[in-house]
């Protein structure tokens, strides 16, 4: 059993490692996402005042 726990202990290193980095992009994404929204808001009264 030991020999199990041992060998499996570098998988789970390696599965904290992803699931760290994936958590990570996705509240990149969500940042990006507002951002875009965010953008939007702004580009859209600017757009009107271009038309005056």
Do not use: Y
């Not at 958590?23 to 507002?34: C, K, N």
């Not at 600017?46 to 038309?51: A, D, F, G, P, V």
Request: aromatic residues 2%; glycine residues 0%.
């Amino acid at each position: 059993m030991k020999d199990f726990e041992a060998s499996a202990e570098p998988l789970q290193e390696s599965l904290n490692a992803t699931e760290l980095a994936v958590q990570e992009i996705s509240t990149r994404l969500h940042d990006l996402t507002a951002k875009k929204m965010e953008l939007h808001k702004l580009q859209v009264p600017q757009s009107n005042i271009n038309r005056t």
